[in-house]
């Protein structure tokens, strides 16, 4: 019993191929700078709608990864166990539970946010600490002090990945995770999540700079020798394989969930996902989804101000604008903004702020080599030169051109649109007082990522093709409206009797802000070398923690 094609995995830019599952989640990035894919996507077995029609999350995951992931990497008990595990810190026992927003228009919101950070990016993150876990323990079984396998996680955040990451891997044994975020540059809700946790693995680096001064410090770490020769280093950002692979299950969730409406006709009824975007990593896994053979109609691609996607999608360039400086921006105005004159622009979605979207490198090695006419092989050798020219005209000149073939093939799956903020602030109000003339809404308060999927399934929903009721669109909400109290509070401000505290706030982030921190600073002066220092000292004295 071997690894089927599609339990192997390959790099986008051709370097590596023939790899471990384990290998391409301990990896995060291949050596060619590529991103790891499966050899093949799997087919799905021909009784999927009957049998696995009723299954719980976790067994309905088990069933997907089972494809993605040979026996003999890990047992069959043992990934059900782990994800049994992941799926239990969730509030819902649904997990990722269907919510019909508007019954007379067939719009549905997947509710991704009712794990631990309430934020969607849970679903994949309690999984990869698991995972983590299980391989590090494994590796690890009767060795003894130094010569343990360790691995020190090392990510950078602007808020969302950084508390998942720390919520999916505190207390994991062998393992260390350092987040960086910019000092006094994330919400307050979201610097408290991340600093008042405390377990002795976890550790939260505030750095004096931007968001993307942490990340270049980041990718200085992983680039760096001296810290390479005494710690191993491991990626949680979305490049991470594992990440895309957990985020599949939701799709089949969903549609399970859909189908057993009553309005759902499965003889005529279409569907249409719409997913709030920024690297690409959330719908990528939809497209995954489809491939394997899940009827979904389309796939549309959400953006806010950050447009990249959007803009890719009207010519087939995909080119990297730095937003005009001077221009004034309403994600400004909220706390933890600051004006970032580099780089992306600030939204009020700033979880999908991007100037480059880092797994849409994958969607298109998959679709140039479908256009190849050689065999499978071949034609991934052609995509992976394709891929490389690509991304090195990005470094060069900032943009790439495909060619029409790749982009009309994108377009017989893909939609995109482009949200402004003030669109987002309308969204929320509109869906938290509706007007008195919509029978089939139900008020509901929207984070304003979810708004901006929310305002491009109404668009979709007025195309020829996507129309209620044959059409069914559901949007996926991302995070907790209480993440984004700034952006939610901001929308509805003017609307009599609102009450943040007693509307939005879960009883879980009450007295949050007042809880112990520990977090430690930065200043910018200490570089590579100093936060190598830092890295050392703070792993040494974990042990030292353990052994009391
Ligand atoms: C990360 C995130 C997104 C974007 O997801 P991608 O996989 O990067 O496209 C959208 N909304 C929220 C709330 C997020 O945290």
């Known amino acids: 019993m071997t690894a089927t094609a599609s339990q192997r995995y390959l790099s986008t830019r051709g370097g590596s191929s023939g790899l471990s599952f384990e290998e391409v989640v301990l990896k995060g990035l291949a050596n060619d700078g590529g991103l790891f894919i499966p050899e093949e996507i799997p087919s799905l077995p021909s009784d999927w709608?009957?049998?696995?029609?009723?299954?719980?999350?976790?067994?309905?995951?088990?069933?997907?990864?089972?494809?993605?992931?040979?026996?003999?990497e890990i047992p069959s008990d043992h990934l059900r166990e782990i994800l049994q595990r992941s799926y239990s810190t969730f509030r819902e026992v649904n997990v990722t539970p269907l919510h019909t927003l508007d019954a007379t228009q067939n719009l549905h919101l997947l509710e991704l946010f009712h794990g631990p950070t309430f934020a969607f990016k849970d679903v994949a993150l309690q999984f990869l600490g698991n995972l983590f876990e299980y391989f590090l323990v494994r590796r690890n079984d009767c060795k003894e002090g130094s010569q343990r396998h360790h691995l020190t996680v090392v990510g950078a955040t602007s808020g969302d990945t950084g508390s998942a990451a720390i919520y999916g891997l505190r207390g994991k044994k062998d393992v260390s995770?350092?987040?960086?975020?910019?000092?006094?540059?994330?919400?307050?809700?979201?610097?408290?999540?991340?600093?008042?946790?405390?377990?002795?693995?976890?550790?939260?680096?505030?750095?004096?700079?931007?968001?993307?001064?942490?990340?270049?410090?980041?990718?200085?770490?992983?680039?760096?020798?001296?810290?390479n020769k005494t710690h191993k280093l491991g990626a949680v950002n979305s490049i991470n394989w594992a990440r895309i692979l957990a985020q599949i299950t939701y799709y089949f969730h969903a549609y399970f969930d859909l189908i057993r409406l009553p309005t759902f006709d499965p003889e005529k009824s279409k569907l249409r996902f719409v997913v709030p975007t920024g690297n690409f990593g959330d719908i990528l896994a939809g497209y995954f989804a489809k491939r394997m053979g899940l009827p979904v109609d389309r796939l549309y691609i959400a953006t806010n101000?950050?447009?990249?996607?959007?803009?890719?999608?009207?010519?087939?360039?995909?080119?990297?604008?730095?937003?005009?400086?001077?221009?004034p921006t309403i994600g400004l105005q909220i706390d933890g903004a600051k004006a970032d004159p580099s780089g992306v622009r600030e939204t009020l979605s700033p979880a999908m702020d991007i100037l480059v979207s880092s797994n849409f490198e994958r969607l298109l090695f998959m679709l140039s080599s479908l256009t190849k006419t050689s065999n499978k092989r071949q034609s991934d050798v052609d995509a992976a030169a394709d891929v490389k020219k690509w991304q090195a005209d990005l470094k060069s000149s900032g943009s790439f051109s495909v060619p029409d073939i790749v982009l009309t093939l994108a377009k017989e799956t893909f939609s995109s649109g482009r949200v402004s903020d003030p669109e987002t602030l309308a969204t929320i109000k509109t869906f938290h007082s509706p007007p008195a003339a919509t029978p089939g809404l139900e008020p509901y308060v929207l984070d304003p990522h979810s708004a901006v999927g929310i305002a491009v399934a109404l668009r979709s929903m007025t195309e020829p093709d996507g129309q209620p009721p044959i059409t069914h669109t559901i949007s996926l909400a991302t995070a907790h409206p209480a993440k984004f109290a700034g952006a939610v509070r901001l929308a509805l401000q003017d609307v009599e009797g609102f009450d943040f505290d007693k509307d939005v706030l879960p009883t879980e982030f009450v007295g949050l802000e007042?809880?112990?921190r520990r977090v430690r600073f930065v200043g910018a002066h200490e570089g590579l070398q100093g936060m190598r220092r830092i890295i050392r000292e703070e792993v040494e004295n974990e042990k030292v923690v353990e052994n009391v």
């Open 177 to 227: 995770v350092f987040i960086l975020h910019p000092a006094g540059r994330v919400s307050p809700i979201q610097e408290a999540q991340m600093t008042t946790v405390l377990d002795s693995n976890v550790h939260n680096l505030a750095v004096e700079g931007t968001f993307d001064d942490c990340q270049d410090m980041v990718k200085a770490l992983f680039a760096d020798e001296d810290i």
């Open 49 to 72: 709608r009957e049998t696995w029609n009723t299954l719980e999350f976790s067994e309905l995951a088990h069933r997907i990864l089972s494809l993605y992931i040979s026996l003999e």
């Open 514 to 516: 007042k809880k112990e």
């Open 305 to 327: 101000e950050n447009d990249i996607l959007d803009r890719f999608f009207q010519n087939g360039l995909y080119e990297k604008q730095t937003p005009n400086p001077t221009e």
